[in-house]
T-cell receptor, first 111, second 117 residues
Framework: AQSVTQPDIHITVSEGASLELRCNYSYGATPYLFWYVQSPGQGLQLLLKYFSGDTLVQGIKGFEAEFKRSQSSFNLRKPSVHWSDAAEYFCAVATGNDMRFGAGTRLTVKP | GAVVSQHPSRVICKSGTSVKIECRSLDFQATTMFWYRQFPKQSLMLMATSNEGSKATYEQGVEKDKFLINHASLTLSTLTVTSAHPEDSSFYIC?????????????FGPGTRLLVL
């Protein structure tokens, strides 16, 4: 069965600093990979997704993620974090209608 | 594009009453809709998957008689929590996907906060 691991429960970065959120997946074939962001009391907003092709995927709000098959990873990055990026971030893997989420990483941004 | 709405955003009800939550895809036809439950500071737990015109498929451990799902059209699915009890208090989120390329992509609604007194 497919699974998703987000090793970091909580990350704190200073505003303007770079960010990397880790995501590892377990699946027999190449899955479809997603990053979602959730602000408190809100639903999930799709940041970016990988289906095929270029392994470096650009998303909204200046985020990007890189699919590394050899490491079964799909880490999310942003070169300069803004205070408004503080939220919960979920990595997800899907096959067909089956989407599995990681436990989430809470991002705190220091002034 | 790919906007999903939910109504109501918040609901408070008395124990024993039923509550209906609506999920709508506003600018696309949703061949499949999903209902999730999220506890505080936790990830999403899939409750059920529904296809338009078909019975919903429930995840193991989810009571189908308690959480009634109807997907009557390609833009609307409803979740009815019947005889609600305080332990049903939670954040319920729906999502929708559409047929076609990258159909595995799910677009999420803003969620509904249910409080059962």
């Amino acid at each position: 069965a497919q699974s998703v691991t987000q090793p970091d429960i909580h990350i704190t970065v200073s505003e303007g600093a770079s960010l990397e959120l880790r995501c590892n997946y377990s699946y027999g074939a190449t899955p479809y990979l997603f990053w979602y962001v959730q602000s408190p009391g809100q639903g999930l907003q799709l940041l970016l997704k990988y289906f095929s092709g270029d392994t470096l995927v650009q998303g909204i709000k200046g985020f990007e993620a890189e699919f590394k098959r050899s490491q079964s990873s799909f880490n999310l990055r942003k070169p300069s974090v803004h205070w408004s990026d503080a939220a919960e971030y979920f990595c997800a893997v899907a096959t067909g209608n089956d989407m599995r989420f990681g436990a989430g990483t809470r991002l705190t941004v220091k002034p | 594009g790919a906007v999903v709405s939910q109504h109501p955003s918040r609901v408070i009800c008395k124990s024993g009453t039923s509550v209906k939550i609506e999920c709508r895809s506003l600018d696309f036809q949703a061949t499949t809709m999903f209902w999730y439950r999220q506890f505080p500071k936790q990830s999403l737990m899939l409750m059920a998957t529904s296809n338009e015109g078909s019975k919903a498929t429930y995840e193991q451990g989810v009571e189908k008689d308690k959480f009634l799902i109807n997907h009557a059209s390609l833009t609307l699915s409803t979740l009815t929590v019947t005889s609600a009890h305080p332990e049903d208090s939670s954040f319920y989120i729906c999502s929708a996907s559409q047929w076609g390329p990258q159909q595995e992509t799910q677009y999420f609604g803003p969620g509904t906060r249910l409080l059962v007194l």
